[in-house]
């Protein structure tokens, strides 16, 4: 219950909630609600990374509706790559007092923002069971040997659990699962600071001990972040929607050589001649880390490379 709301009311906003916004989909609106009354919000800015932002609108209309008095909600139309996103300047620009995040991992701590500041992670709905099921028939049925492949006899020394900030829950839920079947010894759910255990970004992911990994995610943008760290671990990724398990490869060998001779190109050649719409001889990107590696060296005509480059 939300105090200022009457039952009706309060009914009112639960309908609109199941009727408006995705059942699967958890926006955790009371939870905005309350902290938007706790801190005693005028003007908040909200911020969705594209996929989302089509119930940005929905989402506006509810918390102006159902909040603690009268609020003034902003959504920030740039786009939003990533967790690193985070965008606490532009709603002090904005003279909005709180901001909410949407559907990324905690990657800057609320402490360090310009102002108040919620995560909502969005996190997806899908059935455990399915993820445990799927892990226990094909993962233990068929292990990883130690030069990639896959034989019964293999050994496996540990099974690591990840998953996207969305279905983070689910991981928890299969390793409690696990441990009481009597997997404890060889499960582990890692922790990469400062993201919480289990989570992974396209740019922050721990280095694992074991030799295998299974991934709950929608796409291979965070599960490469994890190969690209893990040469040494066989990967498989859950996917939630066809509820299907698919043994992933990274070309590390193609990674490295391509990074090398960027990276060679930037000694050997420091001068590029035919430059025509950059007058310099390297990009060095302070931005996301995986654009100079996923773009490829052809993306751009002079050496483009990563501070960590
Ligand atoms: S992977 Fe790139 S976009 Fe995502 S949080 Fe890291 S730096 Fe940002």
Known sequence: MLPWLSDRK????????????????DFEIIKTLTRLSQVKAKSVCLQFPEG????????????????????DVFVVGDVVYGA???????????DCDFLVHYAHSCLVKVSDMD??????????????????????NIIFMVLPDASGGHSKEATLT????????????????????????????????????PLSPGETLGCTSAKLNGNLCVFLADGRFHIESSMIQNPHVVYY?????????????????????????VLRSVRINPRVPYLNEFT????????????SIDWGAESCHIPFISTFE
Not at 16 to 23: D, E, G, Y
Not at 128 to 133: A, N
Not at 281 to 289: F, M, Q
Request: aromatic residues 14%; proline residues 4%.
């Open 115 to 136: 102002v108040p500041c919620l995560y909502i992670f969005v996190k997806i709905k899908i059935d455990p069971e399915d993820f445990v099921k799927a892990i226990k």
């Open 158 to 193: 540990k099974l690591h659990l990840n998953a996207t900030v969305q279905y983070i829950d689910v991981v928890h839920f299969a390793y409690r699962k696990l441990v009481e079947d009597g997997y404890g010894d060889r499960i582990s759910i890692p922790i990469c600071s």
């Open 237 to 261: 990724r859950f996917d939630p929607f066809t509820r299907r398990m698919f043994l992933e490869k990274y070309d590390h060998q193609a990674l490295y050589l391509t990074r090398n001779r």
């Open 10 to 25: 309060y009914q009112l906003l639960i309908e609109s909630i199941n009727k408006a916004l995705p059942q699967n989909y």
């Open 280 to 291: 310099a001889d390297l990009i060095v990107n302070v931005g996301c880390p995986r654009m």
């Open 84 to 94: 690193c996103c985070i965008d606490d300047i532009r709603a002090a620009y904005f």
């Open 52 to 71: 989302l932002l089509a119930w940005a609108d929905t989402i506006a209309f509810l918390i102006e509706e159902f909040a603690d008095g009268e609020i």
